[in-house]
T-cell receptor, first 116, second 111 residues
Framework: DAGVIQSPRHEVTEMGQEVTLRCKPI?????LFWYRQTMMRGLELLIY????????DSGMPEDRFSAKMPNASFSTLKIQPSEPRDSAVYFC??????????????FGDGTRLSIL | DAKTTQPNSMESNEEEPVHLPCNHS???????IHWYRQLPSQGPEYVIH???SNVNNRMASLAIAEDRKSSTLILHRATLRDAAVYYC????????????FGKGTRLSVIA
C-alpha cells in the first residue's frame, strides 16, 4: 500500500531560483495538506485542499509561495523566487474525509529544502 | 483551537513502560484527543485517538482523565525504535480540519 509520495527528497538551490515540490496523495484520499517544519517554528500548516479545492491558505508565508492541486492524485508547492529563510522540511499529508473523526492524516517523508 | 501542554522531553529505559502526559484544560465536549509521533527524518505518524474512554491499539494505550482535562499516552514496553517526538493534539468532532501541532515531547530511550 503506497503511502504519500513526495519528491524530491532533497533539494539544494541558490536563492532567487524557482523551487517546485511535488506530492502524490494516497489513492482515494480527498484532503491534502502542506506543512513546513523548522527548528524555530516547528510544524506549521501552509495550505490545505478538500476535493482539489484550496480551503485555507492563511498559513502561506507570502506571495512567493503558491500551491496547486490540478487533480486528485497530484499537488505542487512552488516558491518563486526562493530565499534562504525558506530552508526547511516540507511535508505533504493526505486524509480521507468522510465527515468523521476517525480518519488519520498520513504524512509523506518530506522534502528537505536548502536555499543557499 | 484548544491548547495542549506537554513536557519538552522525557527519558525511558528500554523495555520499561513509558507514560507521556498531556494537559488540555480548555478541551471542549466535542474535541477528540489525538496522538501522533515523528521518528527522526520521517513525517509524523498516527498513534491513537479517543474521546472519553480509554483506548488500546497495537501501538499504545490512551488513558483519558474522567474530567477530560488531561490524558496519558502509554507505551507498554519502550524500544529504541520508539524514540521520537510525541504530539498530543485536540481535534474537533468533525475531523475535517487539519492537525495543528505544538512542540510535543521528545522521548529518548536508553538501551
Amino acid at each position: 500500500d503506497a503511502g504519500v509520495i513526495q519528491s524530491p527528497r532533497h533539494e539544494v538551490t541558490e536563492m532567487g531560483q524557482e523551487v517546485t515540490l511535488r506530492c502524490k496523495p494516497i489513492s482515494g484520499h480527498n484532503s491534502l495538506f502542506w506543512y513546513r517544519q523548522t527548528m524555530m517554528r516547528g510544524l506549521e500548516l501552509l495550505i490545505y485542499f478538500n476535493n482539489n479545492v484550496p480551503i485555507d491558505d492563511s498559513g502561506m508565508p507570502e506571495d512567493r509561495f503558491s500551491a496547486k492541486m490540478p487533480n486528485a492524485s497530484f499537488s505542487t508547492l512552488k516558491i518563486q523566487p526562493s530565499e534562504p529563510r525558506d530552508s526547511a522540511v516540507y511535508f505533504c499529508a493526505s486524509k480521507l474525509n468522510q465527515g468523521g473523526h476517525n480518519q488519520p492524516q498520513h504524512f509523506g517523508d518530506g522534502t528537505r529544502l536548502s536555499i543557499l | 483551537d484548544a491548547k495542549t501542554t506537554q513536557p519538552n522531553s522525557m527519558e525511558s529505559n528500554e523495555e520499561e513502560p513509558v507514560h507521556l502526559p498531556c494537559n488540555h484544560s480548555t478541551i471542549s465536549g466535542t474535541d477528540y484527543i489525538h496522538w501522533y509521533r515523528q521518528l527522526p527524518s520521517q513525517g509524523p505518524e498516527y498513534v491513537i485517538h479517543g474521546l472519553t474512554s480509554n483506548v488500546n491499539n497495537r501501538m499504545a494505550s490512551l488513558a483519558i482523565a474522567e474530567d477530560r482535562k488531561s490524558s496519558t499516552l502509554i507505551l507498554h514496553r519502550a524500544t529504541l525504535r520508539d524514540a521520537a517526538v510525541y504530539y498530543c493534539i485536540l481535534r474537533a468532532d468533525s475531523g475535517n480540519t487539519p492537525l495543528v501541532f505544538g512542540k510535543g515531547t521528545r522521548l529518548s530511550v536508553i538501551a
